[in-house]
């Protein structure tokens, strides 16, 4: 099956660790012009959170009513990113804390949902993602620390992601920076042994590989890929976009 590269830009979400996502509005939306000048698919705006106890700036939240504020570029769809864990409290239901947070898609410029998962998260997860389709949204769920983990192990969740029927992407993140493309590529095989949509890459770049990282996932079948203006990100940063789109 071929299918579509989809570059997703999460600059304000990963380099928001640098700020406490207070990016200028002037900034923001100069950003979001330069990415739909770029034709960049995705752009993902920042995290969805319940109140914090401490000062974090609007990209940390991503509330519908700030997104209404900015003059966002026509064609240009937006993503905001979940925490698994601040939706999976206790006995609370998920899809309640969903509802918390989300509104219809038709009332709301967000279109697409990541849900951010440890691997032992990843089973709990299944009435959240449940819940956001029936908001509307496009659903996406990034499997966290996925290096290092037997094929067999990666298989039996992609099957299990395959069973829910609501995903329509899965990606992995290389957390820590610490893959090869060698190790990307048995990653990729071992997901797409029992998930058969959209798979996408999230790398970092300790080892200074994440383009090449990122290359060998679409060499390998991927179709949704993560970069950053610049490289910023958390830690030693993402792949940098201006780099990935030379060589694309």
């Known amino acids: 099956m071929t299918m579509t590269l989809h ?8 380099g928001g660790y640098y700020n406490n996502w207070c990016f200028p509005r002037a900034l923001t939306e100069e950003y979001l012009r330069a990415m739909a000048a770029a034709q960049i698919d995705i752009v993902e705006i920042g995290f969805r959170n319940f109140p914090q106890a401490s000062f974090l700036g609007p990209h940390a ?40 947070l989300f509104q219809p898609r038709d009332s709301s410029r967000v279109e697409w ?33 996925a290096a290092g983990k037997p094929s067999a ?14 995903l329509d992407v ?6 820590f920076g610490s893959m090869n493309p060698a190790e990307v590529e048995q990653v990729i095989a071992a997901l797409a042994e029992g998930w ?8 970092h770049n300790n080892k200074s590989l994440g383009i090449q990282n990122t ?11 993560d970069a950053t203006v610049t490289g910023r990100g958390r830690g ?13």
């Not at 849900?115 to 990843?122: F, K, Y």
């Not at 030693?236 to 694309?248: F, K, Q, R, V």
Request: with cysteine.
């Open 61 to 100: 939240y991503s509330t519908d009513a700030f997104l209404d504020t900015l003059n966002i570029p026509a064609g240009l769809s937006l993503a905001v990113m979940i925490d698994a864990k601040s939706v999976l409290v206790g006995d609370a239901d998920p899809a309640r804390l969903v509802d918390a």
């Open 236 to 248: 030693a940063g993402n792949s940098e976009l201006e780099i990935l789109l030379c060589e694309l």
């Open 170 to 175: 899965v990606y992995f993140a290389d957390s």
């Open 215 to 225: 290359l060998a996932a679409i060499e390998c079948g991927a179709s949704f890929v």
């Open 153 to 166: 192990y990666l298989t039996e969740l992609a099957q299990m992601l395959q069973s829910w029927g609501t």
């Open 113 to 145: 949902v990541r849900i951010a998962a440890h691997l032992g998260e990843i089973a709990h997860c299944r009435p959240v993602a449940a819940r956001l389709v029936e908001l509307g949204y496009k659903v996406g769920l990034n499997m966290m620390q």
């Open 196 to 203: 058969h949509g959209h798979l996408g890459i999230h790398t």
């Open 7 to 14: 570059i997703l830009d999460c600059t304000l979400r990963d």
